[in-house]
Structure formats: C-alpha cells, structure tokens
C-alpha cells in the first residue's frame, strides 16, 4: 500500500527505520507482560521525534502539526502502540504556549534531550474538585484524579486544579488553574499512584493527592484560567491520536491483505473472493475517518484471519485491543456526536 500521504517521505522513512528495530515479537513480549516498552521510547526520544514540536531554541525540531501527526501515524503503521509516548508530543504544549520564558528554559530542554519525560496530565474526574489552596509561596493541593496514564514512566506531570470555589466562580469552567508537578518528589509520599487493570496494555491509574506542596513559580499562565489552557492543548491530542488511527488501519489493511493472498481454501485465495474483498476495501476507503476506520479495518482483519486472528503470534488481536480504546478515550464517540448535534445541528444541549 502507498502511504496515506505522499509528502513527508524522510520522517516516514526515518520513523520506519528505527521501528524496524523493533519486531513485532518485541511488542508481543511486551504485551504479554504487561510491561512498558521503555527501550522503543528511549530510542524514539534519542533520534528526536518525540521533540517534534518544541521549537529548536530549546532543543527540538520546531515542526508542525501535520509533521508531528505523520511521526505517530507512523509508529502506528509499524505495528507499536504511539499511545505509550504521545504525550510526550503534545503535552508540552501547555507549557510552550503558556508557561514563563524562565519555565520554558528550565524544562524544554532537558524535554527535547530526553533527560525529563513529561508524558502525564491530570485532568480527569467525575467533576474537577482537586483544590490548590495558595500558601504563600506555594499552593498546597488535595484531590484524586482517575484514567491518567503514564503516571509511572514520567517525571513531569501537567495538573489542573480549582483555586477558587465553585460558590465564588462565575462559571464551572472558571476558577481552574494548571500546575507543572515534579512526579520525582511527590510519588510515594504526597500522591499515591493506583493502577487501574484494563483491557489493554495501556498503564493508567487513579491518583489521590493529599497535601501536595506545588511551588507557586510552577503555576502555568494565569491563576484560574487552566481550562482554557487545557482545551487549547487538547486540539493537537485530538489530531495526533486521529493520526495513529489511520496508522492502526493502514497495520490491519496491509496484514489482512498479504494473509488473503496467500491463504489457499478448497484450492483458491481466499482474497479471491468477493465476501472477502468487499470489507477491506470498504475499509480502505473509509481511511480517512480515523478511529471508526481503523476499528473497521481491524474487524475486517480479525475476520478473515478466522482463529489465527485470536493467536498472539500474529499481533493482530493485540493491535485489535489497543485500536478499540480510540473510541472511548481522549474523547468518546457520543461526546463528538452530542458536540455536534449542539454547536452544528442547534439542537438542544443533551447532557
């Protein structure tokens, strides 16, 4: 198969390159053990591409979007899971766009060289309660948050807290601030990390924070405008896990493709049937719609490697896991929906 765009042809070939080093038997072991694959996340930081999008006067590669997206897409098509490392992409650029010059030089780049991984936010809750009350020079946090990933495989973390009280906000969205925390110091002491088992390999936990000290010199931006900054960083998550969708789908197209051409039943390719055909190129052409493509074209690869398809050996069952999640999580399906039946359709605010 041709890649889904044919520019970017070096970022391509040098993601590719180093991914080759890395088998799918090395992922699979991975998978099986539930473990991290720190030594492919070393290696992508090494070469530069998780710094795609810090500006080289801090060490990075001052790239775009668009080349960032093709860097995860990438990843993804090799058969690894972008979601151990994506935040390492994107979660900077709360910090790039809001922080301090002092912050930016401090943290950047030692972020860029790999000596910090800043690969965590802490946003999620049933409804944002954690609290930062300022003490003089600093602010002293308690809370719990829950489905924050990496938790345990980073230094940094980006943490939204209330600084003013509901009563006293004008809005629910008001009165949140952003903190950059130094996991380093607080693990094991002022925040107690508790690993949620789930279906993927995906390291995930809940959090409860109890009387973490936050120097006030780590405030990104404005105190009680966090929710704003956290939205504006999310538009690049958004595009980056798209990306690694259309990656999983092009992963499934091409393994079901190449196992429809050499699978022979009753003396025939199997790919030489139309009940087979149709689906992967129904697939195919649906690409383009990301996370719903790449779970059709994992559907139509499972189904066509029959039984095989729930053997670890052939990797497609675990890419199968670990694709499903993009249609839950940064953001649901029924979220999108409701988004746009409201703010496109007019129609009224369903929840």
């Not at 504006?232 to 092009?250: H, M, S, V």
Request: a negative charge; glycine letters at 10%; hydrophobic letters at 40%.
């Amino acid at each position: 198969m041709v890649p889904s765009d044919h520019g970017y042809e070096e970022i391509r070939e040098g993601v590719r390159d180093l991914c080759a080093q890395y088998p799918a038997s090395h992922f699979r072991g991975i998978d099986e053990r539930r473990a991290y694959p720190e030594a492919f996340v070393d290696a992508l930081t090494k070469a530069g591409w998780l710094a795609a999008l810090i500006p080289q006067e801090y060490g990075g590669s001052g790239l775009g979007l668009t080349e960032a997206s093709v860097i995860m897409e990438e990843i993804n098509r090799c058969g690894a899971n972008a979601g151990a490392c994506h935040g390492q992409m994107y979660n900077m650029g709360t910090l790039l766009r809001h922080g301090s010059k002092a912050q930016k030089e401090k943290y950047l780049p030692a972020i860029a060289r790999g000596e910090l991984r800043l690969q965590s936010m802490a946003v999620t809750e049933p409804a944002i309660t954690t609290f930062a009350e300022k003490r003089g020079d600093r602010y002293v946090a308690n809370g719990q948050k829950v489905w924050i990933s990496r938790v345990q495989h980073s230094d940094l973390m980006i943490l939204l807290a209330r600084t003013t009280p509901v009563a006293k906000a004008g809005k629910k969205s008001e009165g949140l601030s952003i903190f950059l925390v130094d996991l380093r110091d607080a693990v094991g002491r002022t925040i107690t990390v508790r690993p949620i088992a789930n279906m993927v390999n995906h390291e995930t936990n809940e959090l409860f924070i109890e009387n973490l000290e936050i120097p006030a010199e780590n405030l990104i931006g404005e105190e009680g405008r966090g929710f704003l900054y956290i939205l504006d960083g999310l538009n690049a998550e958004r595009a980056i896990i798209a990306a690694e969708c259309i990656g999983d789908g092009y992963w499934f197209l091409d393994k079901v493709t190449a196992y429809a051409k050499e699978r022979v039943v009753f003396g025939r390719a199997i790919g030489a049937n139309q009940g087979v055909q149709f689906p992967i190129a129904e697939a195919n052409m649906a690409k383009h719609l990301a996370a719903k493509a790449s779970w059709q074209a994992g559907e139509a690869c499972l189904q066509f490697h029959g039984g095989y398809g729930f053997a670890a050996e052939y990797d497609v069952e675990r890419k199968f896991r670990e694709t499903r999640l993009y249609q839950v999580a940064p953001i649901s399906t029924n979220l999108i929906l409701a988004y746009v039946a409201e703010h496109v359709l007019g129609l009224p605010r369903s929840f």
